[in-house]
């Protein structure tokens, strides 16, 4: 049984609703992500809220981030 965990992420350079699209839907294809919010904060950093499973890691999220074209500055676990 998969245990849910909440990370929030600080991405930068997100400045619109494609940027959130985009990066939504990247980490919605990471085995293991439940669910995406976003945050957006133009001209910061954005914060995305992530919910996983257990079998979830960091270098996962980070290149899901980068392959929607945006850098990962943060990751903050369980809040």
């Known amino acids: 049984m998969a245990i849910d965990r909440t990370v929030v992420l600080d ?21 293991g992500v439940l669910n995406v919010e976003v945050i957006l904060n133009s001209g910061a950093t954005s914060k995305v809220t992530v919910v996983t499973d257990q079998g979830v890691d960091d270098a996962a999220l980070r290149e899901a981030v980068a392959e929607a074209g945006f850098e990962l500055a943060g990751i903050h676990r369980d809040f």
Do not use: F, I, R, Y
Not at 12 to 24: E, F, L, P, R, Y
């Open 11 to 31: 991405v930068n350079g997100m400045t619109c609703g494609h940027c959130v699209a985009s990066v939504t839907e990247e980490l919605e294809d990471v085995k």
